[in-house]
């Protein structure tokens, strides 16, 4: 349960400076990158919590062993 | 008769940018800047030689058999280099085939050798730049918080007066690659041992090249529990400075060239113009 938590904690943090970065990339203007930052951290996380649940479906459904 | 929107314009930026990434200086020659020209072509070559001759062109030895394929110089830092990285694959290439002992000072060597393609790379930007600007000081101003961005994550911006976006950047970038070597107990540190991942991290500048060259190529004897996870940050963080460098040399690139600042959202629809020529 630890480690899955570390690992949690890590993507959180690895995830922020990849959508920040992304942002800073997309938007040169300070004001507009933190207008768009919530929505950017959502997508980013949405979309990855989205492709978790695709995954454990599809490992639940076609590589399960028990 | 086709007019040109920019009398300002010494040459074709790209064919500038495509000529130094041939051969260092090319690009700044074509545009009538033979000094400067001449200065990149002596500096980045140096460099690169340098680097070859320390690391006696075993650079690409440090891969096994089964990673060794065309699109190893690809993903190096030396492919902003490429008329040295073609000379090198075509001289050294990955070796004779028989495991044979490095020399002493391979790990600094191939740190020049990838430096040369950084450095080359910049010239590039600047070739560009330098193309479509006025005169070249506002060319220089754009190309040095972009290098300044190489040497330290986030000086660049700090340079160009955005405080705040200079500290996230730093911060951000800075704990990424600690992180990552601290998770990686400094195995990261170490373009023998992984050397894709090294080609990222290989972004993050300065701060990197002192962390190897203090602490890199340490010997491992026991599984490290969080390597991958480690070496991901470190190859992220470096990836992301580039990110960071672009934002940069756009800002800089607006400022001095008076063209539009990057934006996500959709830019108006340019007002129609009507311009007359008069003969």
């Not at chain 2, 000072?105 to 590039?124: C, E, Q, R, W």
Request: aromatic share 10%; hydrophobic share 50%.
């Amino acid at each position: 349960m630890t480690d899955i938590l570390v690992h949690l904690l890590l993507f959180l943090f690895l995830g922020t400076a990849i959508v920040t970065l992304g942002t800073f990339h997309s938007d040169a203007d300070d004001a507009r990158a933190r207008k768009v930052w919530p929505r950017r951290m959502l997508g980013f996380f949405g979309g990855c919590a989205l492709l978790i649940l695709v995954m454990l479906v599809c490992e639940h459904t076609f590589a399960a062993l028990g | 008769m086709a007019l040109d929107p920019n009398p300002a314009r010494r040459g074709d930026p790209n064919v500038a940018a495509l000529l130094t990434w041939f051969l260092p200086g090319a690009g700044h020659a074509y545009l009538g800047q033979f000094g400067l020209g001449l200065a990149l072509f002596v500096l980045v070559e140096g460099l690169f030689f340098l680097g070859l001759w320390l690391c006696g062109g075993m650079t690409f030895e440090f891969l096994d058999p089964e990673l060794r394929s065309p699109l190893a110089p690809v993903l190096s830092p030396e492919l902003g280099n490429l008329g040295g990285i073609l000379w090198q694959m075509r001289n050294y290439g990955f070796g004779p085939g028989i495991v044979r002992p490095f020399p002493d000072t391979i790990v600094f060597g191939s740190m020049l050798t990838a430096l040369s393609g950084v450095l080359n790379g910049l010239a590039m930007c600047h070739a560009h730049t330098l193309a479509r600007a006025s005169s070249a000081p506002a060319a220089h101003r754009v190309l040095l918080p972009t290098a300044a961005g190489f040497v330290v994550p986030g000086l660049g911006h700090l340079m160009q007066g955005r405080r705040t976006r200079g500290l996230v950047v730093f911060a951000l970038l800075m704990s990424c690659f600690v992180l990552g070597t601290l998770l990686a107990e400094g195995s990261n540190l170490s373009r023998e041992r992984h050397f894709y991942y090294w080609a990222g991290q290989f972004g993050i500048g300065l701060p990197g090249m002192l962390a190897e060259l203090a602490f890199g190529s340490a010997r491992v004897t026991r599984d490290i529990a969080y390597v991958d996870g480690g070496l991901v940050f470190g190859c992220v963080a470096g990836l992301l400075n580039l990110l960071a460098l672009i934002d940069v040399y756009g800002w800089s690139e607006s400022a001095e060239l008076g063209l539009p600042r990057k934006s996500s959202e959709s830019a108006p629809a340019p007002a129609a113009s009507k311009v007359e020529i008069r003969l």
